[in-house]
Structures are given as structure tokens and as C-alpha cells.
T-cell receptor, first 119, second 112 residues
């Protein structure tokens, strides 16, 4: 069975601080995708990044960066110089490549981390 | 703005009512999903449609009835719901072969 653990339930920082959200996953599959989604108060889940299990290259997108380490089954997300607009719930998710013929379409979500950035 | 549109954004219904949630996308995605999200919890998969055919039903009670009339539309028909069914219902779509789901803003349902 697949499992995603986000150990940090809530994080509170002051604007301009750097913050790292942890994600640890469990899967028996050798091929899978990992994702991060952001859910602001409006409710929509906003896709941030997808990482293929074969690609361990770290990625940076503006103030966001991701550190994927297959050896420790971790896919951590760092926000540099946080801003108030970063306040949201962040979900890490793992795809199931064998779900009903719709490969990679079924996501297992972590419990989410509530990030609050104070001015 | 999201390219997956859900209506209505808010819905209040009684336990004897029949209502429907609607989802529309024009990105050409052939896989569409319904997820249910309770407060302070992650989304949980309910149904998956692939090429307009139901491919996954995660043991959802029959009071929830999905329908995919065409490749752009996905409906969720609601009948005889319970108060515990109150939640945010999220629709999503995905390009076949790709991994990421694109979500709508959700329909927040309250059952009285």
C-alpha cells in the first residue's frame, strides 16, 4: 500500500523567513510520480510540481525549490523568503501507476501542512 | 484562473433533496475525477472516468451517482444525502499519460 507522511501539521513563520515542508513516502512501485499541491483558502488545489521517480534532479522555480531523495523516500519543499500570499495548506501526493487502467491518476495525499506566514 | 470549472460553488440541501454538481473542462483531457474533502483532511478519491467510462468507484455509497455525458462534462448527482456528506467536492482532470491533476475550485456542500 502507498503512504505519504507530512509530519508537520502546522508551521508558522514571519515574512521573509525560509521554510521547508517535509514529505516522506512509501511505495513498492519502482515507477511513480510525486507531486506538491497548494490549497489556498479559496479551496482550489493548485498544482506546483511533478517529479518522476527516475529523475532525482532537484528543481528550483523562483522562490520554490524541491529536494527529491529516493534513498530516503523524501520529497521536501522549500520556500525561500516567504510571503503572506504563501499562506495555504500544502499537500504532498504520490501517484498510483496501476489504478484501474488510468495510469498515475489516483493520488495518495499526505495529511497536509498548514503554512501561515505572518507579516 | 482554473481551467476546470465547477458549479455551484456552494450548495445547501436537505436530506430528501435531489441535486447535482457540475464540472466542465475544455483542455481536451480524457480522464476526469471526483474527490471529496472534509475539513482539515486531504482529498479522497471517489470516482474516475476515463474516455467517458467509469473506471474507478472507490466504494462510494449509491446516494452519489456520477455521470460523464461527454468528454468535457462530469456530473455528480446527489440524492438522500446525510449530514456527514457535507464536504468540499473537487473535480479534476488529467491528460492521459501525464501525472498531474488539474483541480477546480470545488463545490462546498452542506447537508441539513
Amino acid at each position: 500500500a502507498q503512504k505519504v507522511t507530512q509530519a508537520q501539521t502546522e508551521i508558522s513563520v514571519v515574512e521573509k523567513e525560509d521554510v521547508t515542508l517535509d514529505c516522506v513516502y512509501e511505495t513498492r512501485d519502482t515507477t511513480y510520480y510525486l507531486f506538491w499541491y497548494k490549497q489556498p483558502p479559496s479551496g482550489e488545489l493548485v498544482f506546483l510540481i511533478r517529479r518522476n521517480s527516475f529523475d532525482e534532479q532537484n528543481e528550483i522555480s523562483g522562490r520554490y525549490s524541491w529536494n527529491f531523495q529516493k534513498s530516503t523516500s523524501s520529497f521536501n519543499f522549500t520556500i525561500t523568503a516567504s510571503q503572506v500570499v504563501d499562506s495555504a495548506v500544502y499537500f504532498c501526493a504520490l501517484s498510483d501507476p496501476n489504478a484501474g487502467g488510468t495510469s498515475y491518476g489516483k493520488l495518495t495525499f499526505g495529511q497536509g501542512t498548514i503554512l501561515t506566514v505572518h507579516p | 484562473d482554473t481551467e476546470v470549472t465547477q458549479t455551484p460553488k456552494h450548495l445547501v440541501m436537505g436530506m430528501t433533496n435531489k441535486k447535482s454538481l457540475k464540472c466542465e473542462q475544455h483542455m481536451g483531457h480524457r480522464a476526469m475525477y471526483w474527490y471529496k474533502q472534509k475539513a482539515k483532511k486531504p482529498p479522497e478519491l471517489m470516482f474516475v472516468y476515463s474516455y467517458e467510462k467509469l473506471s474507478i468507484n472507490e466504494s462510494v455509497p449509491s446516494r452519489f451517482s456520477p455521470e460523464c455525458p461527454n468528454s468535457s462534462l462530469l456530473n455528480l448527482h446527489l440524492h438522500a444525502l446525510q449530514p456527514e456528506d457535507s464536504a468540499l467536492y473537487l473535480c479534476a482532470s488529467r491528460i492521459q499519460g501525464s501525472g498531474e491533476l488539474f483541480f477546480g475550485e470545488g463545490s462546498r456542500l452542506t447537508v441539513l
